[in-house]
């Protein structure tokens, strides 16, 4: 069968691996984007650049977006020369990034009047692994639309999950960046807690990591507070986005989320200080400084 021709906007470090690591696969892509040393290296490898997300939408079966926020992708539909207004009957839109569950729903329905499907397929994992095509990819939408999309889904990922209706994936990313982000801050804290007190940061790791406290997150904290090594490359920006979409989506749901709100407060604390482009981890210097009340 003729593979699909994929529209790609968002040619990130994420995005620009996942682009190479479909062309490597024998995918024709159609591709534009700020990034253009990335946009560059997609058209030496074959790909075609546009200028327009209609542009892109009109040559493409399946439009991807890896992008940063629920505003941006809501731009690139709904703008002047959005993907709305040239999408195809029977094409798909996949949206790999984190947004606000109910923005994601409200594009789905307003793509299904044109007869196009959309999944939202959040992703876990590195750069690295997009390039080999090993990532998770946490999908949800309609079982006939993702059915039809799984044989490209697997090219770019090593564990593909269909997690129901549309929105379920995002629902999923936040939930999970939520956790994740909150364990960051909160080990990163105890390790500051630790510092002001005269503790061994060292000393406190080995007798928390011998309990049921240990984690991965907890070995990324460590690496940074204790060695100075700071390798979750995620930045405190992205957390804060993420856990604000959180808190977005809880209010939606008509409840409240107090532990959210204090990783919030964290974590725009660190934004305020200057912070924000620093891995999460790092906000144990934020935590560290005497100025600052837990």
């Excluded at 620009?16 to 490898?45: F, I, P, S, W």
């Excluded at 995620?234 to 979409?245: E, H, L, P, R, V």
């Amino acid at each position: 069968m003729t593979k699909p021709v994929i529209g790609f906007i968002g040619l990130g470090l994420m995005g620009g691996n996942m682009a190479e690591c479909l062309q490597n696969n024998g995918y024709d892509l159609v591709v534009m984007g700020r990034n253009k040393e990335a946009v560059a290296k997609a058209t030496e490898r074959g790909a075609v650049e546009v200028d327009t997300p209609a542009a892109l939408a009109q040559a493409s079966d399946i439009v991807m977006l890896c992008v940063t926020t629920s505003d941006v992708v809501e731009s690139l539909v709904y703008g002047d020369d959005g993907i709305l207004s040239g999408i195809k009957p029977g094409s798909v839109v996949l949206d790999f990034g984190t947004s606000i569950p109910s923005s994601t729903r409200k594009i789905g329905a307003d793509l299904a009047e044109r007869g196009a499907g959309m999944i939202d397929a959040p992703l876990g994992r590195t750069p690295a692994h997009a390039k080999d095509g090993l990532l998770n990819i946490m999908a949800a939408g309609d079982q006939e639309t993702f059915k039809k999309i799984k044989p490209v889904l697997d090219v770019l990922g090593e564990n593909v999950f269909h997690l129901g209706d549309l929105g379920a994936g995002h629902v999923t990313k936040l939930i999970n960046n939520f956790m994740g982000m909150t364990t960051v801050c909160t080990m990163s804290q105890a390790f500051a807690v630790a510092e002001r007190s005269g503790v061994d940061r060292q000393q406190l790791f080995d007798i928390m990591s011998a309990g049921p406290s240990n984690s991965p997150f907890m070995q990324f904290c460590k690496n940074y507070a204790v060695d100075g090594v700071s390798d979750l490359g995620f930045s405190i920006a992205n957390a804060s986005k993420d856990i604000g979409y959180f808190l977005t989506m809880v209010e939606h749901l008509g409840a409240r989320s107090e532990i959210a709100e204090g990783t919030s407060t964290n974590l725009q604390g660190a934004l305020d200080a200057g912070m924000g482009d620093l891995n999460v981890p790092e906000i144990f210097d934020f935590f560290t400084n005497k100025r600052h009340e837990f």
